[in-house]
């Protein structure tokens, strides 16, 4: 693996760092992505002196399009090819429909959305056609589930897995190996680390930490595998997904629903 070079987007905190860490690990070159102001030059630094690899960085706001050729012209310029491409950039949110505006909705779709599918178009214009190059799409259980407090963010991450597969479908029988990776919660921020912890029984069973999450994507998209959903008990609730007719799986969402309107003293 010493010649990949990786392009990670989000990569300045999270599971995009733990991906940027996982792949150090395993001496592979870095382009790492994030927004200004975000620490990426003093990581970038860190991984470069102590992993002994190439680190390329930009810091570029993926909601702008043309964030997205930017990056690509500018790794032409320098005479650089990235062979493993990872979607991860995200925003995430856990409030009701009305309680965000229209702009926010609009910087979550381009972030989530549109910046994926032109990374994506873009990365494949330069891959070598001739050698195997690859693309992890970071998706969510969310995108699966019906979550109220989460339509937006569930709608892009449905979006994500719809383009994935397709995309696996038309990329068959060439060198370029897509996979999608589906994760349920992960402590990738101090406040979800806050909110996290007040969960119990299923519902924290199913929280993992985002250096647990990057190994298995990685080992996954390097095996091949179409989808990689991390930790046991997440792959038993898709299991679960597959059996549970709609009817009894709304019951329990709208009874979950009312529970947290209606919290019990």
């Not at 897995?161 to 397709?166: A, D, E, G």
């Not at 007719?245 to 009312?258: M, V, Y």
Request: aromatic share 10%; net charge positive; hydrophobic share 40%.
């Amino acid at each position: 693996m010493k010649n990949l070079t990786a392009l990670i987007t989000g990569a300045s905190e999270g599971l995009g760092k733990s991906f940027a860490f996982e792949l150090a690990g395993r001496d592979i070159d870095l382009v790492l992505v994030s927004l200004p102001n975000s620490g990426l030059p003093k990581l970038a630094n860190f991984i470069k002196v102590n992993f002994n690899i190439k680190v390329v960085y930009f810091e570029y706001d993926l909601t702008q399009a043309e964030s997205c050729t930017a990056i690509f012209e500018e790794l032409h310029q320098r005479g650089l090819n990235v062979d493993l491409l990872i979607n991860n950039a995200g925003l995430g949110n856990w409030s009701w429909f009305e309680e965000k505006d229209i702009y926010f909705y609009k910087k979550q779709i381009d972030l989530n959305i549109t910046s994926t599918v032109l990374l994506t178009r873009l990365f494949l214009d330069q891959a070598d056609k001739e050698q195997s190059s690859y693309i992890l799409n970071v998706g969510s259980l969310g995108g699966r589930f019906v979550v109220p407090r989460k339509l937006v963010y569930g709608a892009t991450k449905s979006f994500i897995s719809y383009f994935t597969r397709c995309l696996q479908l038309e990329q068959s029988g060439t060198n370029v190996h897509v996979s999608l990776l589906s994760p349920g919660g992960i402590n990738t921020k101090a406040e979800l680390l806050v909110l996290n912890h007040t969960l119990k029984g299923l519902s924290k069973a199913t929280i993992l930490e985002p250096e647990q999450v990057a190994k298995t994507a990685i080992d996954g998209l390097f095996k091949g595998k179409k989808e990689i959903v991390p930790g046991q008990m997440n792959r038993l609730l898709v299991a679960f997904d597959v059996l549970l007719p709609t009817f009894i799986k709304e019951f329990i969402i709208k009874r979950k629903l009312t529970m947290n309107l209606n919290p019990q003293p």
